[in-house]
């Protein structure tokens, strides 16, 4: 089987291909076009500039896929799209092109929720370690402690409880200077900075409970960058190595005791916050400490891409569900993974 997909939620056009043949799965091609460059002079994503982008791009992108991959619409058996959540404009850009492809092919199309294609994208590089397990989702709008289940049946163990860590690395960047998106520019300061010069605290770490805080993280950042001299490169690095360890120490923390609480043996890192080494590498490190086997897929799959939203679907569909009419869903901006 092989699945055409489409992820415009937010500042990056995807189209991919997936193919499943027996028990071997394969991303024919992966294309994605990032709008960074021209949303970062604001500071942040602009929604209408976003949809824009994502019209303008989808149509040659689409042609560049399969022409890469070598295919016709003849060869291609699905489709699947993320229907939310994300940027309304953005969501609406990329359903309304799948649902046209999808009439003009007489295919079917399975809406994708894009917190599902995270967490179900440890999958695309490795096979899903089996269910139950924890994932860790950490993006730029969330910050999510899941119990998976099973493909569809997900349990909420965490959550914050106001800022995402990705909005936390983005807001603590700004502090210091640097553009959007903020989480690997810090990351690329911290390298150069020895964490524990500056204090900054680790939020709810001493509370019981698998919930997260980092709005109090952000304004300690605030203080903190007022203290130093901005000028001097090395303490720059100093507090980004900080920030990045404090937002990184409680997202483990708090990922292990999750993970000992459900007494699962396998965990996933997933979003984009997860392409950050510090992150990925400390995971992995307390995961074996504590005798778990941890999943982190390579970084270009924790971003935003449309393969995780075609393998996500893949899923779907080897579980006998079939895509729903075309006309019985919406786009939706705050669609909900867990009821
Ligand atoms: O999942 P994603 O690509 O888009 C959303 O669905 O939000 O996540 C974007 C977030 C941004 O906040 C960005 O700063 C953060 O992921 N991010 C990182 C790194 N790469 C991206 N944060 C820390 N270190 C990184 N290397
Ligand atoms: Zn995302």
Partial sequence: ?????????????????????????????????????????????????ASREHDKTLPPMLAEVMRSAALSWSDIDALAVTSGPGLMGALLVGTSFARAMAMVHQLPLMPIHHLEGHILAAGLSDKLPPMPFVALLVSGGHTLLVLVKKIGNYQLLGQTLDDAAGECFDKSARLLGLPYPGGPEIALLAKEGVCGKYRLPRPMLHRDGCDFSFSGLKTAVLHASKKINMHDHQQRCDLAAEIQSAICDVLI?????????????????????????????????????????????????????????????????????????????DANPRQRLIE
């Fill in 253 to 329: 923390k708090k990922t292990m005791r999750a993970c000992t609480e459900q007494g699962v043996a396998h965990v996933v890192l997933a979003g984009g916050v997860a392409a950050n080494t510090c992150l990925r590498d400390g995971l992995a490190k307390a995961a074996a400490f504590i005798g778990i086997q941890s999943h982190v897929p390579p970084a270009h799959y924790c971003t935003d891409n449309a393969a995780m939203i075609a393998y996500a679907a893949h899923c779907r569909f080897s579980l006998g569900e079939s895509a729903p009419a075309i006309d019985t869903w």
């Fill in 1 to 49: 089987m092989r699945i055409l997909a489409i992820e415009t939620s937010c500042d990056e056009t995807g189209v991919a291909i997936y193919q499943q043949d027996n028990h071997q799965g394969h991303v024919l091609s992966n294309h994605l076009s990032s709008q960074i460059a021209i949303h970062a002079r604001f500071g942040g994503v602009v929604p209408e500039i």
